[in-house]
């Protein structure tokens, strides 16, 4: 039996102290010990975050606080929190250490525990103790577990709000054979069905997994290639218009083949790339991060879709028993047969510049809601922000962009 099925109760008399680090190295064993005997998010696993450190701090002119917790008695471990302190037009904000490619926040336990709400305040007392002077503190994307069965303590603190965002998973039990028939909706089914037909009336259908930095690298380079066209064409901006983040994630894919937490995968129609995932897998919970298709080449097939249900499959053969469909209320989450979750976010304020930026924030907020409600004026601003943040993280012309390799034209 799975050992997060039945978590242990904690014990009553815990008193946390707490020790601020302001490296990584300096927790490497104690986080790579609690990675193997405790709980941890594949987003918190410390490959990721060294990746986080090395290739995108930085261009968030953020630095790296991690809080360890200890029982004051015996000294035992109790959790590590990743957090970054960020500096921007003299502001000083505490952040979740992500620079926007960790879509959950949440700390790396040292014993797969179910916390209470009364713990949980006494070890948030602790962590805020330990943190340095800042205008605020601004922690988003909380979910309400690290993984399926083992509460996130943050989730529990005082002061917790819902966010406006929500993240949507389902449970993969069971052989991948059947687990169509078992966990998609019938409508779903019918969907993949129909798209397979179509796709083996243009050619030749392959499901691959990349295994060879050859094959991480030709992969790497059509997902980059095929999500920025097709953002492009929307008119938004992505992320990966940055050099460093295509880095970043290429990297992931390379150490995912030396037992890191990333993963390739690729539809491929006559030998060329339809449509590709890049996943992270940590234990028996799978992420769906970042996925990319050809819509030009198979119109009107929804190859995306077809993609994400060899996805679940693939990963259940490797035992994952949880696919999680990352952050989101697209509606084809739901058509697969996966359950939304709120998150949720907690912010605290410590001076007059701080409570000013989060009236601002909350301005933009409301007025990103009113926006909305006009779909054809918020679809234009979009897309002219989209285009001015595409400027924003285009490389200076004395630098050697990552760019990928022979990509197939648009």
């Known amino acids: 039996m799975d050992e997060r099925s039945l978590p242990s109760s904690a014990p009553v008399a815990v008193t946390p102290v707490a020790r601020l680090h302001r490296d990584l190295a300096s927790v490497r064993d104690l986080w790579l010990a609690c990675e193997a005997q405790g709980v941890c998010n594949a987003h918190q696993r410390y490959d990721w975050m060294a990746l986080v450190v ?9 630095e790296p606080l991690i809080v360890e917790l200890r029982d004051a008695a015996s000294g035992a471990p109790i959790l590590l ?20 490619v960790c879509d959950y926040t949440a700390p790396v336990l040292a014993q797969p525990v179910a916390y209470t709400a009364e713990e949980a305040r006494r070890f948030w007392l602790a962590v805020r103790a330990a943190l340095p002077k800042a205008d605020r503190l601004r922690l988003d994307s909380i979910p309400h577990e690290i993984v399926p069965g083992i509460p996130n303590p943050l989730a529990l603190v005082d002061g917790i709000q819902d966010s406006a965002l929500s993240v949507s998973g389902m449970a993969t039990p069971g052989p991948a054979d059947t687990l169509a028939a078992r966990v998609f909706r019938p409508s779903f089914v019918k969907q993949v069905g129909k798209t397979r037909r179509r796709l083996e009336a243009l ?24 999500r920025l066209a097709r953002f492009r064409k929307l008119g938004r901006f992505d992320i990966l218009s940055s050099p460093a983040y295509g880095q970043f994630y290429r990297q992931a894919a390379h150490e995912g083949l030396s037992g890191g937490s990333a993963q390739v995968i690729g539809l491929k129609l006559d030998g060329d790339c339809l449509a590709l995932m890049l996943n992270l897998v940590h234990r028996d919970v799978a992420h769906g991060i970042l996925i990319a298709m050809d819509d030009e080449r198979a119109r009107n097939t929804a190859p995306g879709l077809f993609m994400i249900s060899l996805a679940i499959e693939q990963a259940c053969r490797e035992g994952v028993t949880y696919f999680d469909f990352s952050v989101g209320g697209q509606s084809y989450k739901q058509s697969v047969g996966a359950l939304s979750r709120p998150f949720f ?33 918020y679809g234009r601003l979009r897309s002219w922000r989209g285009k001015l943040r595409r400027l924003s993280h285009r490389p200076a012309a004395n ?5 990928p390799r022979a990509p197939d034209s648009d």
């Open 203 to 226: 050619g030749t259908l392959s499901f691959e997994v990349a295994r060879t930095p050859a094959e991480v690298d030709a992969m790497m380079d059509q997902l980059l290639h095929l």
């Open 54 to 62: 090395e290739h995108l701090l930085a261009l968030d002119k953020s």
């Open 81 to 100: 929190l990743p957090l970054a302190i960020r500096r921007k037009a003299g502001l000083t904000e505490i952040v979740p250490l992500s620079a926007g």
């Open 399 to 403: 630098t050697a962009p990552d760019k």
């Open 345 to 377: 976010r907690l912010e605290e304020v410590y001076s007059l510049r701080g409570h000013a930026m989060a009236l601002a924030d909350k301005g933009a907020e409301e007025l990103r809601a009113r926006l909305k409600s006009n779909g054809a004026l």
